[in-house]
Nanobody
Framework: VQLQASGGGLVQAGDSLRLSCAAS????????MGWFRQAPGKEREFVAT????????DYAASGKGRFTISRDNAKNTVYLQMNSLKPEDTAVYYC????????????????WGMGTLVTVSS
């Protein structure tokens, strides 16, 4: 599975962005998908995850209520809708695919995209 994240950019605090992650391969619907982020000088951290059907999701506390993960298996794409963005959301955002159940643990993910930069100015 190859993953390509897009949709990042420079926005102001309070704005919204929708990240997309397009996957190659016909088995996309069998993977749980996750979003992670890495801010400058910090370790990569979990943001959100969604199971293969889209019926089960999990969020980090930092994004709960502001971020929504969704997927369209017909389009082989997973999304991360980010609202009410804050300067502390500034990071490179990565999408990842896991052949197991949804998980917050990055080492359980089998495939990773290149990342897309989100910069939130105050």
């Amino acid at each position: 599975v190859q993953l390509q994240a897009s949709g990042g950019g420079l926005v102001q605090a309070g704005d919204s962005l929708r990240l997309s992650c397009a996957a190659s391969g016909r088995t996309f619907s069998s993977y749980a998908m996750g979003w992670f982020r890495q801010a400058p000088g910090k370790e990569r951290e979990f943001v959100a995850t969604i199971n293969w059907s889209g019926r089960s999701t999990d969020y980090a506390a930092s994004g709960k209520g502001r971020f929504t993960i969704s997927r369209d298996n017909a389009k082989n794409t997973v999304y991360l809708q980010m609202n009410s963005l804050k300067p502390e959301d500034t990071a490179v955002y990565y999408c990842a695919a896991s052949s197991g159940p949804i998980t917050r643990v990055d080492t359980w993910y089998d495939y990773w995209g290149m990342g897309t930069l989100v910069t939130v100015s105050s």
